[in-house]
């Protein structure tokens, strides 16, 4: 074998052993009885030793130096395998072990005091994971930005300067749009009453299969926070379920879709190699965000969903489909993230981004965290906010140490918007198909223009390529402020 | 650290990521997407390798040579890592992944000549791998006895002569027993009716909480076949339902409690070490079946049960609880081991004990091994086998090669009966407590004399200390002569 497929056939055993990882995630969040974890702790540890160990193996430099490319797709496997290498060698064997270890307990403390709505139970593990992320980040950055070196892991090639030059252009009309929403005061109906839980499940089920999800590689569960894992010929999604709430389900379930759809439409030539993931995050939720809002969110969607919902659950008191349209769009003041609607959801993340860059740069110590978020929430959203599960404990990122993960979410909008200019300009009539609840012009052309190249094309490229120009917040901000403007009669 | 907790410590990751290859068996049976089997092979297959370098990893036998036991556990914990060594060591690399490849094809091919009723198809598979298990015991044996040799792998310390010995005594009892049985024509009621699945799994859950299972630590699902997986703080099992067949459920369930009581109850002190799980097949499938047997198709047990089953499924025909107590232990000619009653079951046992054996010592030809097995069940039996799916291809273990695996079943059921004998003897009101479901008095008393140990005491010490006397069929037989002769009227 030439020195190329040696290292190609070791990445495969790391791919595989990796997805293993991930497999036990999903484990923890589905399936996993509570009383466990302090095993699975030690398991998982076990197992990222197994990978730390593999990833910083002498042999790869070896391989690495001896291997001929003999075409394109070589070059980039090897362009990824010689990043991952070179970043990989740069953390301590110990102090990856010590980050599984510590974030597998904080998460589940984590939990614990956001049942209890008790920062003061979560601040001492998180310390202990920002001191390790920060370690983690040092040992990256060789002398460059802390941040800038956990975005690699995220969002590679992105840098924390673009991304702030591109938020700040972001934010302020984010919050114009969303002021003069909250101030229209034009009547749009809430949805109220009790929807059965088999009901939401059967039509998240009838989603995913609309979306293009293929359960004979993936599974659809419930977990608290939902999450698509896994990659190849086993991509599994979970959603969620409240009486109240069944947009939460509904668009969990699409959101997912959109991730695992990503992942499922991936090249199967790159199976098990370093290009058989999605490029990105940025570019994974560029994905979900798509399904979600653009697709799932639009008004033509919506009309077949207000069908399917009548049919499932009977009359709910909203029998105008355009009334449904604004009523899924519908803008209020709210505290939750992922309950966020178009609007204001990018004013959420961009807390964290500024937030989470203050804590990894030493400026912001943990024990102020709490006002600190609520300071700038009440600056963004003109709301107090009311208790720590409302606040600074909704998210399950910190206490995973993923730190450089959120701003991938609005830059995935950001993207998002950029596509579906694209798509809309090359689908005229989409939206006659998405009247009958088909969305495959739209997730076909996805497929096409992103799902298929895996890692092959680098995140901007991607973008570039599919949508035929650099990627810039303009084409978002329009497509929200037109459709809102409507929507709210602005 | 010292070289043991040198040691140490790295057989807590190995034992760790063994943990982690039984809940991948797990997921595959229970959850795995069907389109994933490919990749999930995969992903085994790098685990293995990993599980591989581990166990040869030449460190080891330093570490062994230079640790010093500072007291009776850390001795015990030095021979067993040593053992199995020494094992590993004597089996060549190449001659390790020809089994695991053949047996892998084998095994579909078993499946097939199964569906299709066809041994011709088997034999050859069988033949590569029959070979390859005898060259494995030659490497094994280092000059001893072949059989022997494999049977360490699943019972340490037992011995073919012992074992035949023991099992020469269990034979014509069983054959007489069950001959007396089938003549007396004595009537006692089959179940019939249809049972719906979700009373069965109310039930059956119902019942792992009555022979103790903690779910806090465990879950329960429905798999093809029934079994227990994980060891420590993650004990998962399986059952499955039939509509017809209720106590295919129940049995089934309370014997994979068996198990799993055993793992949960393993003091944890020994937690992720070689100790940490049951000492053998046989010690544990003692477990399994006194739970299932002497003590959930006892007449104190059955009759709280046939309560619940008349709450949960309604009047279903069998009005009195000791017309009940029949139907649970009902004995009818049958072909299959695994749907075998106590009374049979070990003589399906001692049939491929002695068919393999003859094998592996190179007596009988897999060409014969057909009408082998016809002409044994014939004899023990009475009945000419009409299909091989009913014969010699109905189990899966030679596919596998695990060849000395069988003889663990009976001996398990042997152990069962010197516990059993010396529980009724420390616990004289059990049956007032079986009566109201209440199995803790004889669970807690194994916990406390099998369970807690693990791996520390060995096999038939275990059994002795627990039931104050060398292990033997005397009890075995004198309880089932007592109890059969009772239900049929002998």
Chains 1, 2 share one sequence.
């Not at 990445?11 to 509570?34: F, N, S, V």
């Not at 990824?80 to 990989?88: D, F, G, N, P, S």
């Not at 589940?108 to 001191?131: G, H, M, Q, Y």
């Amino acid at each position: 074998m030439s020195a190329y497929e040696d290292l190609m056939a070791f990445q495969r055993e790391t791919e595989a052993l990796g997805q293993i990882m991930g497999r036990l995630g999903w484990d923890q969040e589905t399936m996993m009885p509570e009383g466990a974890a302090q095993q699975r702790a030690e398991e998982m540890a076990a197992l990222d030793g197994v990978l730390h160990a593999r990833k910083t193996d002498p042999r790869i430099a070896d391989w690495l130096e001896a291997a001929k490319p003999a075409d394109p797709v070589a070059e980039r496997q090897l362009e990824e395998i010689r990043t991952r290498y070179e970043r990989t060698q740069r953390v301590p064997a110990d102090l990856s072990a010590a980050l599984a270890r510590t974030t597998s307990l904080a998460h589940r403390v984590w939990a614990e005091a956001r049942a209890t709505d008790d920062f003061d139970l979560f601040a001492p593990k998180l310390i202990e994971v920002l001191s390790l992320a920060r370690e983690k980040a040092a040992a990256l950055a060789d002398g460059g930005g802390l941040y800038d070196a956990l975005l690699e892991d995220y969002e590679p090639g992105a840098t924390e300067a673009e991304l702030e030059a591109m938020f700040s252009a972001l934010r302020p009309r984010l919050v114009a749009l969303r002021e003069r929403i909250l101030e229209a005061d034009t009547p749009v109906p809430a949805l109220n009453g009790h929807f059965a839980e088999d009901g939401q499940l059967a039509l998240s089920a009838e989603l995913a299969k609309a979306f293009g999800y293929n359960t004979i590689h993936g599974r659809i569960d419930k977990a608290v926070h939902p999450f698509s894992s896994g990659s190849g010929l086993d991509v599994r999604i979970t959603t969620r379920t409240a009486p109240e709430d069944p947009f939460n389900c509904f668009y969990s379930t699409i959101h997912e879709v959109g991730h695992a759809c990503y992942e499922q439409g991936i090249d199967t030539d790159y199976l098990l190699t370093p290009l058989g993931r999605g490029v990105s995050m940025g570019v994974h939720e560029s994905q979900s965000r798509i399904y979600e809002n653009q697709l799932g969110r639009s008004r033509a969607f919506t009309g077949w969903l207000h069908g399917r919902m009548k049919d499932t659950f009977g009359d709910f008191g909203i029998a105008d489909s355009e009334a449904f349209y604004g009523t899924v769009n519908r803008c209020t003041p709210g505290f939750i993230r992922t309950e966020a609607d178009e609007v204001q959801y990018n004013l959420h993340v961009l807390l964290r981004f500024d937030l989470e860059r203050e804590l990894i740069a030493g400026r912001l110590e943990v024990s102020d965290l709490q006002d600190a978020w609520n300071e700038r929430f009440f600056k963004d959203f003109g709301v107090a906010v009311d208790k720590p599960s409302n606040g600074v404990l909704q998210d399950v990122h910190w206490s995973e140490a993923l730190f450089g993960y959120f701003p991938t979410y609005t830059l995935g909008n950001v993207y998002a918007g950029c596509l579906h200019q694209a798509l809309r300009r090359d689908i005229p009539d989409l939206d006659d198909h998405l009247a009958k609840g088909d969305t495959s012009p739209a997730t076909d052309w996805l497929k096409t223009a992103i799902h298929k190249h895996g890692g092959f094309l680098k995140p901007v490229d991607v973008i570039s390529k599919a949508s035929g120009a650099a990627p810039s917040e303009g084409p978002l901000l329009d497509y929200l402020e037109a459709k809102f403007s409507e929507i709210y009669r602005l």
